[in-house]
């Protein structure tokens, strides 16, 4: 299993977004089972924040293997279904729809006056350092919360996307770039790559 410092290390820095993202990871492997080595586990996230980091790196479900679909509706909602336990329908699978329904500590008055500071552009040592302790503060909290104060959860059947697949290359008559076949458009009866067709 990998650790919080393990999504740190991929993500570049320690956030209270990215901890959220962790442990919606690690709640979504405890509900559903293991890593997705291949695609049998899918994520729908519905935002792009630095939390998708945590999802990726530990369960798995990534960009760049198709098992990371991003719908850009500005929500905190992260869900998981799971390819392999189709069953009548194929389309739909046993899943897990994570929403984050976490509330902050309040701010002591000196935290807010540091955080106006910080924001009117002031960042002398005492500043960033207020600013910082604030944020591990936050992110310990994240870390040791019980899941209940952390999501509102929802389980059941849910609707899966299509699995990736592999399309053939064409060349761009303008670029001569390959594209792949359903990214290609046809411009004067020749092929073109979207760029090309977006040109003048
Ligand atoms: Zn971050
Ligand atoms: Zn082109």
Redesign the pocket.
Known sequence: MKKFEDAVEFHGHACPGLALGYRVALFALKSLGRRAADEELVAIVENNSCAVDAVQLVTGCTFGKGNLIFRDYGKQVYTFVKRSSRDEDPARGKGVRISIDWTPPEETAKEKQMWDRYMKGDHSAEVLKAVHNRKAKKIAIILKAGDEELFKVMKGKFDLPDEAEIYPSLR??????K?MEPRARLRDRKI??????EKE
């Open positions: 761009c008559a303008v670029c001569n770039e594209v073109v790559c979207i760029p090309c067709f």
